[in-house]
T-cell receptor
Framework: AQSVTQLGSHVSVSEGALVLLRCNYSSSVPPYLFWYVQYPNQGLQLLLKYTTGATLVKGINGFEAEFKKSETSFHLTKPSAHMSDAAEYFCAVQAGGADGLTFGKGTHLIIQP | DAGVIQSPRHEVTEMGQEVTLRCKPISGHNSLFWYRQTMMRGLELLIYFNNNVPIDDSGMPEDRFSAKMPNASFSTLKIQPSEPRDSAVYFC??????????????FGQGTRLTVV
């Protein structure tokens, strides 16, 4: 079974500041890990994913995440926040890519001008 | 490709009525997923299909919920009878691989269901 914990239902940062959204997972098999973004009244859009290989993965819009097996974490970062980054962010885990996704509760990112 | 297409985008119905949500996956994708999103429970996987065959329906909340995929280009999620607690946003997603490093699920815009 898989589970995802996202620390902080709301995160507020100033425009231009570092964005850090935390995600810890639990999986009985080597996981595939994902970050999705959801804008109001929209579906989910994939930001980035880790399946195998390099543990630091880069995604769209300047986001990146690092898979740390020893910490069972997959935190999402962006060096400099932009107003357009304000959205809901979801971390998700998948068992080996064959099953559906198990999502965290989401983190609402607020960008202060 | 137009992406995953869901209809309707919004549905308001009275308690006890039958509701049918529709999904057209991306052409060529062989996996299809139905999710439900609520404030209380977040995003939950309801059921998924591989090659039109239901693989795991353990997330379907009750017998009032049923899903079908009669062919590779169409799926339905039916609620009969509907209840106010079924109010949520229902997402359909599709992917091109039943496993593998290239797996990526593409989501539709969702159907916002309100049961009054």
């Amino acid at each position: 079974a898989q589970s995802v914990t996202q620390l902080g239902s709301h995160v507020s940062v100033s425009e231009g500041a570092l964005v850090l959204l935390r995600c810890n997972y639990s999986s009985s098999v080597p996981p595939y890990l994902f970050w999705y973004v959801q804008y109001p009244n929209q579906g989910l859009q994939l930001l980035l994913k880790y399946t195998t290989g390099a543990t630091l993965v880069k995604g769209i819009n300047g986001f990146e995440a690092e898979f740390k097996k020893s910490e069972t974490s997959f935190h999402l970062t962006k060096p400099s926040a932009h107003m357009s980054d304000a959205a809901e962010y979801f971390c998700a885990v998948q068992a080996g890519g064959a099953d559906g996704l198990t999502f965290g509760k989401g983190t609402h990112l607020i960008i202060q001008p | 490709d137009a992406g995953v297409i869901q209809s309707p985008r919004h549905e308001v119905t009275e308690m006890g009525q039958e509701v049918t949500l529709r999904c057209k996956p991306i052409s060529g994708h062989n996996s299809l997923f139905w999710y439900r999103q609520t404030m209380m429970r977040g995003l939950e996987l309801l059921i998924y299909f591989n090659n039109n065959v239901p693989i795991d329906d353990s997330g379907m909340p009750e017998d009032r919920f049923s899903a079908k995929m009669p062919n590779a280009s169409f799926s339905t999620l039916k609620i009969q009878p509907s209840e106010p607690r079924d109010s949520a946003v229902y997402f359909c997603a599709s992917s091109s691989a039943a496993g593998g490093a290239d797996t990526e699920a593409f989501f539709g815009q969702g159907t916002r269901l309100t049961v009054v």
